[in-house]
């Protein structure tokens, strides 16, 4: 049904698209159709999908009457009420994400026929605005990895070149968009998993203030760090999706807030930015990537910015900080898969305990076995306070570190990631090799701040991000600083690949 929509119309802003369905000039139908037309076209190749919604045809179906009958969307339409400032927009959903009658695996055989009977809070209040789940999306199992390589379901190739990865863990979220295969997502980020595949893939990744989107209904995987991440083609697509933000009472680490969204200003004047030393020095930086910061450097200060070089020795402990607190907290939220509260299943007559355990356990693959063995362990009698309250402290400092920075600057600005999107299979066979390319995301996880990942340039036709980190509920500034860069460099950045 392609022919229906034109397929340059496939990569229209969420914002652009809602103009479209609302003005009568094309159908959420004949739209979701020729969606659904590309994914069954290209996912073969790709794999950024799990689950395709079975439904979503008819959903747009529903909201073509309900907007022909003038309510845009508003009674009835099983989207609940609000402004429906997404009317129709196709959103999908990394797979770690509860939906409502919808398979969610965490891409794992764990929970290969889990359906939820409920959807978590941001999709309820996306929906709520008006979008349509159009799939569940690919990812590291339970979000376990920077490339989408350990899936159960397979890897999810980067649709820049086919042989590259597309980043991790919600690999299937920014490989979805990058293809346009959907116009707005949802992953998690922990330690960088939604900044990482929108850094490889060309398009926005935002890792809001922890509690600013609620948790509830995302399977967990490190408390203290996860967050959902919002994932688009455009900052204003962004801004909209944020109005999910705000106090929910089924996460009780959620918070009020009330977030000035406008986008109207495409200076940065009087801002300050640090550049980390000790980042900018690392051995591990690729010599494109290195070159697209100074660019971009030079691009804020155009702008009207101040940017400024600051030391922060305390960042070599980011990544031993991270990996030994997420893998405890690991440990302790995968305990649950025991096969008798959550997960795979058998029969376990005449089964020993210890051999019904650990053959349900078998189901995990062979990161999330590492990442548990390794939690476990810090978590030991005999090494707790030598491992695990160490990273804590050293947390803490990371922590106190950037509140120093950002009390004199307005952000910091570092590469999203330190190296072009790896070949596939390059990296995981190397944990500690894989592990060392989130030393610039880790460490706005570890102090709760937000960060976003802004598409910037091309290296050999190969995406490269940059990333900005603001302080507490500094979303805002976050925006004004991609819609200022967005709109100096139009044209100059490719967001999808049509």
Not at 128 to 144: L, P, Y
Not at 309 to 319: D, H
Request: charged share 20%; net charge negative.
């Amino acid at each position: 049904m392609i022919s229906m929509v034109r397929s340059s119309r496939l990569a229209l802003s969420a914002y652009e698209l809602v103009e479209e369905f609302r003005c009568g000039s094309m159908s959420i139908e004949d739209y979701m159709a020729s969606l659904l037309e590309r994914i069954e076209s290209i996912d073969g190749r790709i794999n950024a999908y799990i689950t395709v919604n079975e439904h979503a045809l008819e959903e747009a179906r529903k909201m073509d009457r309900l907007v022909r009958a003038g309510s845009d969307g508003n009674s009835n339409s099983g989207h609940g009420g609000g402004d429906q400032a997404l009317l129709g927009v196709p959103l999908a959903v990394k797979d770690n994400i509860s939906t409502l009658g919808i398979r969610t695996t965490c891409a794992s055989r764990m929970l290969a026929d889990y359906v939820p009977v409920y959807d978590a809070t941001v999709v309820k209040r996306l929906k709520g605005a008006g979008a349509i789940v159009i799939g569940k999306t690919n990812m590291d199992e339970f979000g376990m990895g920077s490339t989408t390589e350990f899936s159960a379901f397979g890897a999810t190739r980067n649709p820049w070149k086919e042989d590259r990865v597309a980043g991790g863990s919600s690999g299937g979220s920014g490989a979805a968009l990058a293809a346009c295969m959907a116009s707005i997502a949802l992953g998690s980020d922990t330690g960088g998993s939604v900044r990482c595949p929108a850094s490889f893939c060309s398009v926005y990744g935002l890792k809001p203030t922890y509690g600013l989107l609620s948790r509830y209904g995302l399977i967990s995987y490190a408390s203290s760090l996860d967050c959902i991440g919002l994932m688009a083609r455009s900052v204003h697509d962004l801004a909209l999706m944020l109005r999910a933000a705000g106090r929910d009472e089924h996460d009780h680490t959620s918070i009020d807030s009330t977030l000035d969204l406008r986008l109207e200003c495409t200076d940065l004047k009087g801002l300050r930015f640090a550049l980390i030393k000790e980042v900018m020095e690392s051995e591990g930086m690729d010599a494109p990537v290195r070159d697209c910061m100074m660019d971009a450097v030079s691009s804020v200060e155009q702008l009207g910015a101040t940017v400024e070089e600051v030391s922060m020795p305390v960042l070599r402990y980011a990544l031993a900080s991270y990996y030994t607190i997420a893998m405890a907290e690991a440990s302790s939220n995968l305990a649950r898969y025991d096969g008798v509260r959550y997960g795979h299943t058998m029969q376990p007559d005449g089964v020993a305990w210890n051999e019904f355990y650990s053959t349900i356990r078998s189901n995990f693959g062979s990161e999330v076995k590492r990442r548990i063995m390794l939690g476990t362990y810090v978590l030991s009698s005999g090494y707790y306070g030598r491992y695990y309250m160490k990273a804590q402290q050293a947390r803490a400092l990371i922590r106190d570190g950037m509140m120093m920075v950002l009390k004199d600057h307005d952000a910091v600005m570092t590469p999203t990631m330190p190296v072009l999107p790896p070949r596939i299979g390059e990296r995981v066979s190397d944990p500690l090799r894989l592990y060392t390319i989130d030393i610039c995301t880790v460490v706005a996880n570890l102090a709760g701040i937000p960060a976003l990942s802004i598409p910037y340039s091309m290296h050999d036709g190969l995406p490269i991000g940059i990333q900005f980190m603001a302080g507490h509920l500094g979303e805002p500034l976050l925006l004004r600083i991609a819609h200022a860069l967005e709109s100096a460099r139009e044209g100059k950045v490719r967001r999808c690949m049509l």
